[in-house]
Structure formats: C-alpha cells, structure tokens
C-alpha cells in the first residue's frame, strides 16, 4: 500500500497539536490534547494515540501512513529524546522511541525552529532552495538552518540556536532567559520588543499613544498598531529591534552564504514596520559582494497550520 | 592504471607552490613559480605546466595524478573561477578549466581557508570529525566551516567568511581592509594584534619592553617574547585578541554545533598567550549546554606543507 500520509506533532507546553498531512501538504484532519494534563508520559501518549484515531482511520489505517513527524521544545533529531524542556511535565524522555512503539509507525522528532524549516523547504517558499535560514520571532527567537538541502544539526544534534547569538555587547546588555546577556532572542522576541518599548517610552518626552497603555503590558501589536497610526516612537522601536535582527543576520550571511533568509512568527505580522530596518541593516553590514543579493522574506506558511506542517514534514523521512 | 597521486597549487599573491602528493599526505616533490612575474594568464599556466613536469615524471605520468587541487585567492569552488582577486594579475580568470584544458587533468579550486579545512579533514587532526571549524589567522582571518562531512560553499560558492563577523560595533570600531568596521579581521589577524599593540601601549604608561620597538611595527612575535618575558602589556595584548576571538567563536558555536574548532596560522605561534583567553571567552559566552564541550585545538598540518596539502585534498574529489 502506497503510504499517501504522515502525521504531524506540534507540541507545546499548553496543546499538542497533531494533524494528519497530505503529500500537496494539506491537513486534511488534527486533533489535540493538552499538554499539561498527563504528568505520566505513558499516559500522554495513550491519550495521543486515542486522539489520532479518527485521523488514522482518515488516512485508510495505519498502513497507509509513511511517519510521525514531532516537533517538540529541545528535541534532538539525533537520539529523538526530549532532552532539559523545562515548560514540560517529562524534561527528559526518549519520545520518539516511546511514539513509534505506540503507534507502530516510525516518529522522528526536531525542535520547533528546525520543523519550520523542513517545512517550509517541504511545503512552502523555500521549495527548491538549497540554502537558506530560518528566523522564528515569537516567545523567543528560534532557528533552522539549511545547508546543501539538508537541515543543520551538526555535532550534537543543537545546531541552529541564532537566538542566542550575541547581538548587543557590554555591561548594559540585557539578560536573557538563557542565563547570558546580550543575546538576539532578549531584543527581537515578542517579549524584547516589548521591554524596548518599555525602555525607549520612558527615555522620550515625546508624546506616543503607546504612552497611554500599562508600560508593562506594551505588546508587539500595540507597537503595530502605534506605528500604523503614524506614531513616531513606535517606528522608532522597530527601527532599533530591526537594525539590530538585520546587523545579526549580516553574520549569518558571512557562515553560509544563504540564498534567502525567511522570518516567520508574531513580529512578522509588523509587516515592512519590522522588515525594512532588517534589509537596511543586513546591507549595511555584509561584505560587499552579498549587498542586495540575499533575499529576506516572510514565511509562506499559514501560521495556523505551519507548525503541525513543519513537524510532519519530517515525517516522510522517518 | 591506478592513480596513486594529487597536485596541490598554492598561490599566493607572490609564489605559486605546486606540490606532488600522495594517498598518505606526504608532499614527495614540489616546484614554485613567481606569480606576478606573468601578466598573461596563458604565460602563468605554461610556466606552471613547466615546472610541473619533474613532479608529473615522478609520479609516472599525468595517468598517476587523480586531480589537481589549487587554493587560490578568491577562487569559487563552484564556478572554477577566480573573481576579484585584487592581488593577482587576472583577477577575473577561468582558472580551474584553463588548468584542465593545459594539464589534461581535471582542477578543482577554493579559497585558500577552505583548503586548509579540507586538508586538516583529509590529512589532519580532523580525519574522521564531521563537524568543525578551520578559522586562519594569518595577515587576515579566513575559515572554512565543515558540516556533515563537508566543506560548505552556500547558494554562491562564499560561504565561510567568518572574518568578516564583526566583533566590535558602534563609533570606534576599526576599519576592516573590506570596507566595513569592527570586522573579526580587523581585530584577530596578525595586522589586528600589531594595531592592538599599538593603541595599548601608546595608551599606558605601565613599563613595557615592546616600548624599545619601532611602535608601527610591532609583531604579533615580538607580542609573544614579550608575554614569554613576563611582561604584562603584552600579557593583555594577547587577553584582548583572545576574548574578541573566543566571543565570536561562541556565535560561531551556535550556528553549527562543531565537534571541534581549528586554528591555523601564524598567530597560532603564540601558544597558550592567544588560546587560553580564547577558550575562558568561548565558554563564558556559549549556551550552558555546550559549555567547556567545544575542542580548540591547533591545525595539526606543518605550516610549510598545509596551504599545498589543504589544496591537493581537492584533487581527490576532481
């Protein structure tokens, strides 16, 4: 029987979100369950399993699926373990050993970044791209590299933590969750954004409807909205959160010579208000003979769906 | 007829060194050219295949030699050509199929940090490591970065030009020979460590014995007798260098997860003055999880053979 399907796996310290996928890279059914609910991981699998019956049943049976693709906070493609995630119950387990079993069908697992990048070279823009990165701007700032087709892994299965490249230097950097200081995830994150429209409303006298908000709740919409408005703060904000993603990303180039590097997440839908400082800045800073060459470009995904795309992408080569 | 044999070319902008090499990575026999003393690049390929003919003779003939691997300035190991090289006569040649066309053996070219990478994989400290990073420190600062197994070239051909990172942002950062500031190279090179010297001693009145030198010509050398004399300037000459390299290395360590990062060149000389602050910085500024896990090691290649040995491992593959 021809294995027409795969399965794909978001999940998150709140849902999991699991959908079964086509090979045009529809989800033509999903399912989820929450995360949180089952402190045993035998019992959140069984609960997985029993979700993604109807889907299963969808497919034909489980003959006719080709594999399970996970994404999952610090997963390792290597050893397919949950390894040190702190936002769930189990930091530490073999998780695609314990799916395949279950399930009868081979799993292999990525963290989230590198399945955003898998899909999007499986389903999205980056069809046919041979090199390319991409940058997720969300909670955090996450990243899946491509080289040569394939994605980034390198020794130890971590490769591709951009977020925590150093983007600001010095004593006045910012801490970031991950214990260092300065990192490109503590400015260019929702929650940096955030804390740069926090630092920058209370530096300036000059007026910005965002001053009219609780300083400590300013989000990266009210940023959006602000600047949309005609505000001149809030454009100062992604100014400064831009040039300093698109000085970083300069770096990047100079590694891999990348032929586009995609963003994808929350802060993408800033739309040119986040990425025209990010092509001035990248410009200003690769070497001559990458200036104007390297394409910068928004995720083709759907943000709905892109997650349980990504993860199951993986899926066919499980 | 088994072909037992390789041609490694290094040219620089003065001397061409062409080396006869065989499976083992012994150089059995080489010959040298001037390189700017032919204006023609159709003169410089017969001198080469002139001088080329003992060595071609030793290894019995042109059916001996599997290949022949140049490292050349500028050169693009997709296209074969050499492309602004400003330091050579042609800047802009065909190199790799004049080569094939006049030997009757096919060429493959790189850059000349690339080679080293390649080398140190086929024949060096590198062999059977699928994940590492060569970075050269020598008048300027190249690298070669090898993932899977293999050297990484990019959507272009340039991949690999971590010198041209930059290590220190805002006013005062330097000016790099690129045209940008702040670059790795302008910092870390041996031209970087002789500027640093400078502006540390003019800057102190702390007793120092590079004091007595002609200050626009201090040498990363004359820096190492001094720190191996115990003096304490030079002692931070080589801190500050190191700290600026083993920051940006971390970055480095975040993109690729290398098992294992190589430094070659004539920095390297300095021993532990340069690597022991470039290790401390390493791991102060890399994620916890790959914290004191990151060999630096030295290229294990003699520096007279490696740039022909790193440029003769193409052959192999040509």
Same mark, same amino acid.
């Given at each position: !029987? @021809?294995?027409?399907?795969?399965?794909?796996?978001? !999940?998150?310290?709140?849902?999991?979100?699991? /959908?079964?996928?086509?090979? @045009?890279?529809?989800?033509?059914? #999903? $399912? &989820?369950? *929450?995360?949180? #609910?089952? %402190?045993?991981?035998?019992?959140?699998?069984? $609960?997985?399993?029993?979700? $993604?019956? %109807?889907?299963?049943? *969808?497919? /034909?049976?489980?003959?006719?699926?080709?594999?399970?693709?996970?994404?999952?906070?610090?997963?390792?493609?290597?050893?397919? +373990?949950?390894?040190?995630? +702190?936002? =769930?119950?189990?930091?530490?387990?073999?998780?695609? *050993?314990? +799916? &395949? @079993?279950?399930? /009868?069908? %081979?799993?292999? =697992?990525?963290?989230?970044a590198n399945a955003a990048a898998q899909? @999007?070279?499986?389903?999205?823009?980056?069809?046919? !791209? *041979?090199?390319?990165? !991409?940058?997720?701007?969300?909670?955090?700032?996450? #990243?899946?590299?491509?080289?040569?087709?394939?994605?980034?892994?390198?020794?130890?299965?971590f490769a591709g933590e951009l977020g925590h490249t150093t983007a600001v230097r010095g004593e006045n950097a910012r801490p970031c969750n991950c214990g260092k200081k300065g990192c490109l995830e503590a400015y260019c994150s929702a929650t940096g954004v955030a804390r740069t429209a926090k630092e920058i409303v209370s530096a300036t006298d000059r007026p910005t409807q965002l001053r009219e908000l609780d300083i400590d709740h300013i989000t990266s919409y009210d940023v959006y909205k602000a600047a949309e408005a005609g505000d001149e703060v809030a454009k100062q904000i992604f100014d400064y959160t831009g040039t300093l993603l698109g000085q970083q990303m300069a770096d990047f180039v100079a590694f891999s010579a990348p032929e586009a590097i995609f963003l994808f997440g929350g802060l993408t839908k800033s739309g040119h208000w986040i990425i025209d400082p990010v092509v001035k800045a990248l410009n200003e800073n690769v070497l001559k003979l990458w200036r104007n060459k390297v394409k910068v470009l928004f995720s083709s995904l759907s943000e709905a769906d892109a997650a349980v795309l990504g993860a199951s992408s993986l899926g066919w080569e499980a």
């Open positions: !029987m @021809e294995k027409q399907y795969v399965l794909g796996l978001d !999940m998150g310290g709140t849902n999991s979100v699991l /959908g079964l996928v086509n090979k @045009e890279g529809q989800v033509v059914a #999903s $399912a &989820s369950i *929450k995360t949180q #609910s089952y %402190p045993d991981i035998t019992d959140y699998i069984n $609960a997985l399993y029993d979700a $993604a019956q %109807p889907l299963i049943q *969808k497919a /034909g049976g489980a003959d006719a699926i080709r594999g399970i693709g996970a994404g999952v906070p610090n997963g390792n493609y290597y050893t397919g +373990m949950i390894d040190g995630a +702190m936002n =769930l119950p189990w930091p530490v387990v073999p998780f695609a *050993k314990l +799916m &395949s @079993e279950r399930f /009868g069908i %081979p799993c292999k =697992l990525t963290n989230d899909g @999007e070279m499986t389903y999205g823009a980056a069809r046919g !791209m *041979k090199n390319f990165i !991409m940058i997720t701007l969300g909670t955090g700032v996450g #990243s899946g590299i491509v080289i040569d087709g394939k994605v980034v892994y390198g020794h130890d299965g």
